[in-house]
């Protein structure tokens, strides 16, 4: 018999059968790790780490598809397009459709086509943000003066001179979105500062604040997933790496969650971000094995 572990705030079982996955028991009803008709996973920590396939994985994706469930990959990343996703996954192995794929970038051209159609977006961020609006028909400008929004996204080429234009957008009535809240990128020797430390430093420099973040773990990120997958949330399992993205994505958009052990965060980040998985996975192929 499995040893049961008591966290606050909750209830994560023990060891079911050969799967190494935790239930938050009190939440939802049970489901086998194999009865979705949905399953939607995170990137970097999930699927791969720096340029190789984590275990299992490809043999669980493949697995997926000859049950005919749905797939789709879920990233918050504002350095690739849609397109660029796919070619990175088709080096690594995994075949996949451009729209089995949604990026920050892309929930945010939708944002501003959708939302905010007259906005004259101000951009921090790469290639693939340009590209991405530029597929929505967002405008951009780069003066400051001009700007009604401030899109913030990863950029490795981040100076000063882009945080002055930011700064005085803002001072002058632009709102700042973040195209994700994520504080770093894990990198194959360690970490790089992500979009929120570009954000924080743009709020801390014109005393403004962020309005709205686009990426997970965002509703109109939900909602745009769920109308390509077309499927009921109770039916998907969400499954990542981090909890403040990933699970609580999954948990505030009515999925079920399973954290894969494979990245950012580990068991004890559960106690202290008082963020619950449904399940918790020591790697993914823990879906499938839960089956056989």
């Known amino acids: 018999m499995a040893k049961t572990t008591r966290f606050p705030e909750g209830e994560i079982d023990g060891n079911i059968g050969s799967v190494h996955a935790h239930r938050t028991l009190a939440r939802k009803n049970r489901k086998e790790l194999h009865a979705f008709e949905g399953y939607l996973f995170d990137l970097d920590g999930t699927i791969y780490a720096g340029n190789k396939l984590l275990p299992g994985v490809l043999s669980t994706v493949n697995w997926l598809r000859e049950q005919e469930k749905a797939v789709m990959f879920v990233t918050n990343t504002t350095i690739r397009t849609k397109e660029s996703v796919q070619q990175r996954l088709s080096e690594l192995g995994i075949s996949c459709k451009v729209n089995e794929i949604l990026t920050a970038l892309c929930v945010a051209g939708k944002y501003f086509k959708e939302i905010e159609p007259s906005a004259n977006v101000l951009m921090i961020g790469e290639a693939a943000m340009e590209q991405e609006l530029a597929r929505y ?80 773990p965002s509703a109109f990120y ?35 969650t399973a954290l894969v052990l494979t990245g950012a965060d580990a068991k004890q980040d559960i106690v202290q971000t008082g963020i619950e998985p449904d399940y918790i996975l020591q790697q993914l192929s823990e879906i499938k094995s839960n089956h056989l």
Request: charged letters at 20%.
């Open 222 to 256: 939900a909602q745009k997933a769920f109308e390509l997958l077309n499927i009921s949330p109770s039916q998907c399992l969400m499954v990542g790496d981090r909890l403040s993205t990933d699970i609580q994505f999954g948990n505030s958009n009515s999925m079920y």
């Open 137 to 216: 028909g967002v405008r951009i400008t780069e003066d400051p003066m001009l700007a009604t929004h401030v899109l913030v996204g990863l950029d490795r080429q981040f100076t000063f001179e882009k945080l002055t234009a930011g700064v005085n957008a803002l001072r002058n009535g632009a709102k700042l979105i973040a195209a994700n809240p994520d504080p770093f990128c894990p990198i194959d020797d360690g970490v790089i500062p992500d979009t929120w430390s570009l954000v924080k430093a743009l709020e801390t420099a014109s005393l403004q604040k962020t309005v709205r973040v686009i990426g997970k």
